[in-house]
Structure formats: structure tokens, C-alpha cells
């Protein structure tokens, strides 16, 4: 691979892979394991992944990134709160792994489409977690160091590049996504929110769309990323985004108190 795609590579957003991801596990019911059982492997892969930052923070003395995550009554007094580990979040990134096999028509959307993938090797430090409501899901992730100056201009210029693509792979087979960037507050350095669609046709011919939303904060050497998965299909139940645009502004503004 050219220098230049590898470079372009490492600034990818966890936006298509976690939602095609997510929509592959929750239409095809592919993931296996009841709540749980979910619940009790994020907790010990967490547990591990903290032990580890105390270790890495004695380190550096730098502030221990998870404590600017939202604490949980953020996320309403019904939602399922646990801690998401780095391996967790890179297993999410399943469409990743396929590399060529995936297949991204028109052609001049491949650059929006791998501008919103996970790319998590080359960062400093990770902390993230998840919530659940009902069916919809919310993910929280702050990254701090490697290469993430650009990801918020490359969120926000998205939807310009591609208002609309085909995807196809051995993962979801065929699947057509949207991005229409929505209204956010200036926050940090930078900020962009985005609704990514992605609609999927079943085995037994129905289609199924899957809206996400997906926020970036810039904040120094930290980059402050927020997702909503619904895979509901009450449309009047979907996440409001002005509601998630709130929910950034607060995620960015607890991060910035906790860490400075």
C-alpha cells in the first residue's frame, strides 16, 4: 500500500464498520450471547483493559483517560452501562478485516466510506464504553495521540463526497448508506455530526434501515467520538439528534474537566 493511503488509512472513524457491524448482529442475530453474558465479558475485558491503563498512567502521569467518559446517569435512568475494551472495539471493526472483498460503487465514495472506518492501532490510549436503551445503542470512545487531526474535517466532509453508495461484502452482502451531516455546536478544535443510514435488504426480501449517528469532537491531542445505533423500527422512537448533539456537547465538555 502507498505511503499515502496508509497515512490517509490511520485516520478513520469508527463510523460504516460499526454500524455495518452492528447491523449484521443485530438483523442476523449473528452475536450469541444473551445480555448477560455480554454484560459479564465486557466487564472482565475491562477490568483488564484498566489494569492496564493504571499501569500505562503511573507511566506517563498523564490523567486516567476513562475518568473523562460520561459517568452512566447520562445516558438515562434505563440504559445498561458497561466499559468497552480495545480489543472489543477493534472485533467491531468487521467490515475492516474484509479488506478487498468489500465493494464500494460509485467509485468516488470510497474515500467518504474509508473515512469513517476504525483504524486503532496507531493511537496512545483508548477508552470507551457502551449503552444500552431498548434497541439502541450508544458508544462513547475518547482517543488520545496518533494520527487524528483530520478525522473531524474528513466526518464533516463526508456527506459533501457522498451523499449516498452501494456496498457489498461477504459480511452484510448488499447494503445502501446515506450521510447527511446535522446541525452541532462549536465545540473544541473542531466538531462534526453526521447520520449515516444504512439499509439492508434480508434474506426473506425485506429491507431494514439502520440509522447512526456519529459525532467527533477535536480537543487537542484527544479525539472525542460519540455513536447511536438504532436498530428499532419505530421510526418515532429512533434517537432524536438534536438530543445525541446535546449529548456530544456534554461528553465533550466532561472530558474537558476531567482531563483539561
Excluded: H, W
Excluded at 502507498?2 to 457491524?21: D, I, N, Y
Excluded at 498512567?57 to 458497561?82: I, K, N, Y
Aim: glycine share 10%; aromatic share 2%; proline share 5%.
Amino acid at each position: 500500500m502507498a505511503l499515502a493511503k496508509r497515512a490517509a488509512g490511520r485516520r478513520r472513524l469508527p463510523g460504516v464498520l460499526v454500524a455495518g457491524c452492528a447491523a449484521t448482529t443485530l438483523l442476523a442475530g449473528c452475536g450469541g450471547e444473551d445480555a448477560s453474558d455480554r454484560t459479564a465479558a465486557a466487564s472482565s475485558a475491562a477490568a483488564s483493559s484498566s489494569a492496564a491503563a493504571s499501569s500505562s498512567q503511573e507511566q506517563s502521569r498523564e490523567p486516567d483517560l476513562a475518568s473523562g467518559l460520561l459517568p452512566a446517569g447520562a445516558f438515562g435512568p434505563g440504559a445498561t452501562v458497561v466499559a468497552v475494551s480495545p480489543e472489543q472495539l477493534r472485533q467491531g471493526a468487521g467490515l475492516a478485516a474484509a479488506g478487498a472483498d468489500v465493494q464500494i460503487t460509485p467509485e468516488s465514495c470510497r474515500a467518504a466510506v474509508d473515512g469513517t472506518q476504525p483504524d486503532l492501532d496507531d493511537v496512545d490510549d483508548i477508552a470507551a464504553l457502551s449503552a444500552v436503551t431498548g434497541a439502541a445503542t450508544t458508544v462513547e470512545m475518547l482517543v488520545r495521540g496518533g494520527p487524528t487531526e483530520d478525522s473531524v474535517d474528513q466526518l464533516a466532509a463526508a456527506a459533501g463526497r457522498c451523499p449516498q453508495a452501494q456496498i457489498s461484502s461477504p459480511e452484510i452482502g448488499q447494503a445502501t448508506v446515506t450521510f447527511e451531516n446535522l446541525p452541532v455546536d462549536d465545540l473544541g478544535d473542531g466538531a462534526a455530526l453526521v447520520r449515516y443510514t444504512t439499509s439492508i435488504t434480508g434474506p426473506d426480501g425485506v429491507q431494514v434501515s439502520v440509522p447512526t449517528l456519529i459525532g467527533a469532537v477535536e480537543d487537542g491531542d484527544r479525539l472525542l467520538l460519540l455513536l447511536n445505533i438504532d436498530a428499532g423500527q419505530d421510526a418515532a422512537a429512533t434517537t432524536d439528534p438534536a438530543a445525541f448533539a446535546d449529548l456530544l456537547a456534554q461528553a465533550y465538555q466532561v472530558q474537558a474537566d476531567a482531563l483539561g
